[in-house]
RNA sequence: GUGGAUGUAGCUUAGCUGGUUAAAGCGCCAGAUUGUGGCUCUGGAGACCGAGGGUUCGAAUCCCUUCACCCACCCCA
């Protein structure tokens, strides 16, 4: 068989039983949002480019090279979304959201795009899991945001995640921070790799998080960001850990933690998995982004999860997911009158809330047996043309062979709930 | 954008140095059991061996090209 054509590159398909296992992962970190004082907000998938310009910063690799960005019908030059951040401010301003107080604290589990080559953990169309907070520069409201994830990931039942924790300051002290680093690297330039020689001027906190052992070890000896951080910068960020300590939560602190996005500003974080080698998300404060896009001085905070990676960090410790449920009652029929009285009696079932079914594929009674079956079904009732004659049918408990006669008129329902609350039932 | 690996039934794979009708397990369908699932047995359907070109009497196998997918780097979720 020949397709006329696959998925486009980077994207997937989640079948049944992969996306009944995602709808359990997401419907965990709704329940910990919803817990923690989070509402859902849904924004659309493309928004005008110029929010994310704007938002993420035009220098950073996102914004740079890997957004899907066309111009409409309009003319008006719009993006898919490559993160969620700048859609959830946007709205929260237009909406008028902050109206109602502060905080404010909105969840979304949303599709994201960015034109990347795909490799593990990594696709053009992700799904990110992310939370934000409005209207507050206070560290508790950064200690309780960390705390929330990692309550979340450990509910999950994630156990090689860690914690990683760094304060790049406010724009102030990092200025001074960037001076130190570009003089310190700049005497060291002819030992750099070349990706970092060009960073140099741009963003050299970026080399700090290089992967090549030669660049690795001149970082190591780099000036610290957290030795430049103004006093308030410094406090904030003392008042974060010690909170954190105060809810026994284990944190690494990594000078050399730098986020890909230009907004961050104090506390930044990332949950590494150690077995996959990547972080399953971060994020931080933003105290400028909202100012930046157009809105009153806010500050504000938030992480994003990435779903996909959070997925396969699940599957890569085992984790067992629920159950499917399966068919409760399957009607198997013989003969057209007998069919139509399945179908019927199938209905009948629906309306009252309990998983039944039918055959639908024209198949013989020992195959509708046996696709019952397979679909795991509680109970089956035999319907042929004794049956319609007599008014009762034998209600089958799959699990024993055994069978009890029930009506299939009037009382067929009640005699079936009393069956089936004898021996236990799946629906309802 | 750079580098590496892999493409054979729906799925997982065998097929060594080129040699008839490309094999197995799982899954699917059917029969054994003309009105009763799971277990067993038997049978069946299903693959132009990713695509194109070349070498050869002969190519799934060797060569070239291309496409797809995976992995790593870069970057990030």
């Given at each position: ?32 949002a919803e817990l923690n004082g989070f509402a859902e907000v849904r924004t659309p998938v493309f928004e005008h480019t110029e929010l994310f310009q704007r938002g993420m910063g035009d220098v950073t690799d996102v914004v740079e090279k890997q957004m899907y960005t ?88 994630l156990t090689d995640v860690g914690l990683q924790l760094n304060s790049i300051g406010c724009p102030t002290c990092r200025k001074e921070y960037h001076q130190a680093l570009q003089a310190y690297f700049s005497a060291r330039k002819e030992s750099l790799c070349p ?160 998983g039944a079914d039918c055959d639908v594929c024209g198949r013989g009674l020992k195959a509708q047996m046996k696709y019952a079956g397979k679909l795991g079904a509680q109970y089956c009732l035999v319907l042929g043309d004794d049956e319609l004659a007599a008014g ?37």
């Amino acid at each position: 068989m020949e397709l006329i054509t696959k998925a486009p590159k980077g994207t997937v398909d989640l079948v049944p039983q992969t996306a009944r296992r995602w709808r359990w992962v997401e419907q965990a970190l709704i329940n910990e949002a919803e817990l923690n004082g989070f509402a859902e907000v849904r924004t659309p998938v493309f928004e005008h480019t110029e929010l994310f310009q704007r938002g993420m910063g035009d220098v950073t690799d996102v914004v740079e090279k890997q957004m899907y960005t066309f111009e409409d019908k309009g003319g008006r030059s719009v993006t898919l979304r490559p993160e969620g951040t700048a859609g959830a401010v946007r709205a929260m301003l237009e909406n008028g959201l902050y109206n109602n107080g502060y905080p404010v604290r909105l969840y979304y589990n949303i599709p994201c795009y960015r034109y990347e080559k795909p490799q593990k953990g990594r696709m053009r169309e992700f799904r990110t899991f992310g939370v934000e907070v409005f209207g507050t520069a206070e560290p508790i409201a950064d200690a309780q945001l960390i705390a929330m994830g990692m309550s979340a990931l450990q509910r999950l039942g994630l156990t090689d995640v860690g914690l990683q924790l760094n304060s790049i300051g406010c724009p102030t002290c990092r200025k001074e921070y960037h001076q130190a680093l570009q003089a310190y690297f700049s005497a060291r330039k002819e030992s750099l790799c070349p990706t970092c020689l060009s960073r140099l001027d741009r963003n050299p906190m970026r080399i700090l998080d290089c992967k090549s052992p030669v660049c690795q070890e001149i970082a190591a000896g780099a000036p610290k960001i957290t030795d430049y951080l103004c006093e308030d910068c410094q406090s904030h960020f003392a008042k974060v850990q010690e909170y954190l300590t105060a809810m026994d939560i284990p944190f690494t602190l990594d000078p050399g933690l730098v986020r890909g996005l230009d907004y961050y500003t104090r506390t930044v974080f990332e949950f590494p998995s150690q077995s996959l080698g990547f972080a399953l998300g971060g994020g931080g404060r933003y105290d400028e982004l909202v100012e930046e896009i157009g809105g009153p001085p806010t500050p504000a905070l938030g992480f994003g999860l990435g779903m996909d990676r959070l997925m396969l960090a699940l599957e890569a410790q085992k984790t067992e997911f629920p159950e499917e449920a399966g068919c409760e009652v399957f009607v198997a029929a013989m003969g057209e009158a007998a069919k139509v009285k399945a179908m019927s009696l199938v209905n009948t079932l629906h309306k009252c809330g309990l998983g039944a079914d039918c055959d639908v594929c024209g198949r013989g009674l020992k195959a509708q047996m046996k696709y019952a079956g397979k679909l795991g079904a509680q109970y089956c009732l035999v319907l042929g043309d004794d049956e319609l004659a007599a008014g009762k049918a034998r209600l089958k408990y799959m699990a024993d062979g055994t069978e009890k006669e029930i009506g299939i008129g009037e009382s067929f329902v009640e005699d079936y709930l009393a069956v089936s609350t004898e021996k236990g039932r799946l629906s309802l």
